[in-house]
Nanobody
């Protein structure tokens, strides 16, 4: 079982940038496909971005072109660079790790979440 710890959330204004980090411990990081999901108040959790163990990434349409996911296997860390933030990006962001299957599917290991709030 892998343990995930997110950091980097905060309160920003529309148009600002944030970088989220997720550090994994436990089994070998390179064994995992990694992803970011988010849950806004009153809404279901949704896929944001994912990156396969060999580096191919995928994004939801709502963040494509603004967010970039990356991973540093030497540091057991996955990042989410968020640019041009909008109020609708406000949510709790969760890190996800899975050993296979659909990046967008909601299974695997989860972090505790980090709050991102974007004011208009």
């Amino acid at each position: 079982q892998v343990q995930l710890v997110e950091s980097g959330g905060g309160l920003v204004q529309a148009g600002d940038s944030l970088r989220l980090s997720c550090v994994a411990s436990g089994r070998t990081f390179i064994s995992y496909d990694m992803g970011w999901f988010r849950q806004a108040p009153g809404k279901e959790r949704e896929f944001v971005a994912g990156i396969l163990r060999y580096g191919i990434s995928s994004y939801s349409n709502s963040v494509k072109g603004r967010f970039t996911i990356s991973r540093d296997n030497a540091k057991n860390t996955v990042y989410l660079q968020m640019n041009s933030l909008k109020p609708e990006d406000t949510a709790v962001y969760f890190c996800n790790a899975k050993t296979g299957g659909d990046l967008r599917a909601e299974f695997g290991s989860w972090g505790q979440g980090t709050q991102v709030t974007v004011s208009s």
